[in-house]
């Protein structure tokens, strides 16, 4: 809840699943689905299933691999894609979560994680930075 909250405070969080990478001059860019909106801003129309793009800089090790799912949390930036819509840069101040899937939740060393991120996931959705 420190890095939503106050470090530096996040503009967006979204549960998302990467549904393919591209190259494009010098970025990665990730089109994702919007499994659910946790906050948002500035990209008022978005809602479940839709698609976004997540950029970040080719130079950046990191890298998000299709068919995952993440929690995908940052600032707002300026940028829009094609269609208009607001676009994502990822940088040194976005935090990405790997979501495990149900059956690594189900085994006892990644239980307690699970139940945490369950646990922030819904009460940042529901309450944001009211706590």
């Not at 939503?4 to 996040?10: D, E, G, I, K, L």
């Not at 906050?39 to 809602?47: E, G, K, L, P």
């Amino acid at each position: 809840m420190n890095f939503a909250c106050y470090s530096p405070r996040v503009h967006y969080a979204f549960l998302v699943r990467v549904q393919r990478e591209s190259q494009e001059s010098a970025f990665r860019v990730y089109e994702v689905k919007i499994k659910e909106p946790l906050q948002f801003t500035t990209d008022s129309r978005i809602a479940v299933e839709q698609i976004r793009r997540f950029v970040v800089r080719a130079a950046c090790k990191t890298r998000l691999a299709a068919g995952k799912e993440y929690l995908l949390m940052g600032r707002d930036g300026e940028t829009r894609d094609s269609n208009d819509r607001p676009q994502y840069l990822l940088d040194k101040n976005s935090w990405i979560e790997e979501l495990p899937d149900s059956r690594r939740c189900k085994a006892t060393q990644y239980r307690n994680t699970c139940g945490q991120l369950e646990s922030f996931t819904t009460s940042f959705g529901i309450n944001g930075c009211r706590i």
